[in-house]
């Protein structure tokens, strides 16, 4: 089975030079590696934190518009009960005190 590798490009080799550099220096170096090594593990945890919080976030926002469109849902359903309520009244006979009472 043969892998086609994709023909290296300047974000490849930067990240290439890299690695090269790092092995060379593991030979020379190798506490300094050993620390970096610790850094990129330390950097990962923090990375899958940082998403966990985001996603908690997202979760709220998304809730919180789902609440807001319910909210909306529920006063448009009041606001025609009142429609209807006043559509109701104005229709009724206004009924008065008869005129030969005397006020309060």
Known sequence: MTTNNPPPNEKNDGLLTFLTTLLK???ELPQD?????KAVSILAQQIAQVM???ESIISAIDNQNKAISDLYTVQEYLLKKLKADSDLESSLPAVGKPKTEKPN
Do not use: F, G
């Not at 590696?33 to 090594?37: C, E, I, P």
């Open 33 to 37: 590696v050993d620390m970096l090594s």
């Open 52 to 54: 966990k919080s985001l």
């Open 25 to 27: 220096k593991s030979a």
